[in-house]
């Protein structure tokens, strides 16, 4: 696909409607009102983030279990989250970071998902939000950045262009960088490690397996960080293994651990060619690569590929046999877990795989 083409891409996420309560609309008014305390602002935001953000539906895919022969799997479905994925879980995070900071503007780089769960966390925190778009990739998701104020800047290159373009600007006009690899990596994996938390309080252990889809590998570490907190606390038995998936041969995650490499390594960025089924996950660069695949070997994981027809597959699956209507690149990390039981069937535990959409 050439640079100048445009790349429609297939994007299953979406806003759930925000309606929130008489009490929550008057946090809502405070939370973006100028003239208020920032202590009191800070803490109408919190009660916003509080109730809309997190405790997504976690069911048992007992028709896929019977597909497959593997006994209880979970699914987490991220898709009951306002914007539709998990990226509200850092967006909120960082919007209230930034707020509690005295910072104006968030900024970022994004594809879709990402921009759309920041946008509307900064609006509703009373702060401008600019996001960067590679301007040759077109999301259905860009008129709700526009909805919620965003103010939108496209850039000439790939993905990771748009972040250093967008991150250099954050340091230059002092806006809160909110792209992944950066100063805020740290708020980022705690928001993620609540993904742990909440499958902790179904089960009341860890699962043997939590499989995740990988691009950046953020929401893989942070998940990871977040079993390694609940085991030192005593609070699990152990740490599940993780397995990350992601498109083959374009991600350096899933390369580098294919490869058997203690390290991740950028790819050659014209081999990496982006469908509109595989751009949520590919990348020539990884930003939180090396935490993901330490998550990974630490925790006896795994990482492999999953083709666009085996994630669209996997989609249409889940809609007919469990009623979830699945981004497909958010089946990846499923796929491998499948993948394996297929080849060399997994002991009678319990799994967990992640994924978002919409309903």
């Not at 003239?35 to 983030?49: G, H, I, S, T, V």
């Amino acid at each position: 696909m050439s640079q100048s083409k445009m790349l429609h891409l297939l994007d299953h996420a979406r806003a759930q409607p925000l309606r929130l309560s008489r009490e929550l609309e008057e946090q809502r008014r405070i939370a973006t009102d100028c003239e208020q305390p920032l202590a009191k602002r800070l803490e109408a935001y919190e009660d916003l983030f509080d109730s809309e953000v997190g405790d997504t539906a976690f069911v048992r895919a007992r028709n896929i279990e019977r597909e497959t022969g593997l006994r209880q799997i979970f699914l987490k479905f991220e898709g009951g989250n306002p914007s539709g994925t998990q990226k509200d879980r850092i967006a909120f995070a960082q919007a209230q970071d930034a707020l509690r900071r005295g910072f104006d503007t968030v900024s970022v780089a994004t594809c879709g998902n990402y921009g759309a769960a920041l946008a509307l966390a900064a609006s509703l925190a009373g702060l401008k939000c600019r996001i960067y778009i590679p301007a040759r990739y077109h999301s259905e998701r860009l008129g709700e950045m526009i909805e919620h104020g965003a103010d939108i800047v496209r850039t000439e290159g790939d993905y990771e262009t748009a972040v250093e373009i967008s991150r250099n600007d954050a340091e230059k006009l002092e806006f809160y960088d909110s792209n992944p690899g950066g100063a805020n990596t740290l708020i980022q994996l705690n928001a993620y490690a609540e993904i742990a938390y909440e499958i902790y309080d179904e089960l009341r252990d860890a699962p043997a397996v939590v499989a995740v889809p990988v691009s950046n590998g953020t929401t893989l570490a942070g998940i990871y960080r977040g079993f390694a907190r609940l085991h030192r606390r005593g609070k699990t038995s152990r740490i599940p293994r993780f397995v990350g998936g992601s498109s083959p041969r374009k991600n350096p995650i899933v390369e580098a651990f294919r490869k058997n490499r203690s390290t991740c390594e950028d790819l050659q960025p014209e081999r990496v060619r982006e469908t509109a089924v595989n751009e949520p996950l590919i990348n020539w660069h990884s930003y939180d690569g090396e935490e993901a695949l330490q998550a990974i070997r630490e925790s006896s994981g795994w990482a492999a590929s999953s083709s666009d027809r085996e994630m669209r597959e996997r989609a249409r699956n889940l809609r007919e046999v469990e009623g979830l209507t699945a981004l497909p690149a958010s089946t990846a990390g499923l796929n491998v877990l499948l993948q394996r039981q297929a080849t060399d069937p997994l002991p009678a535990d319990r799994y967990v795989a992640i994924l978002t959409g919409k309903r």
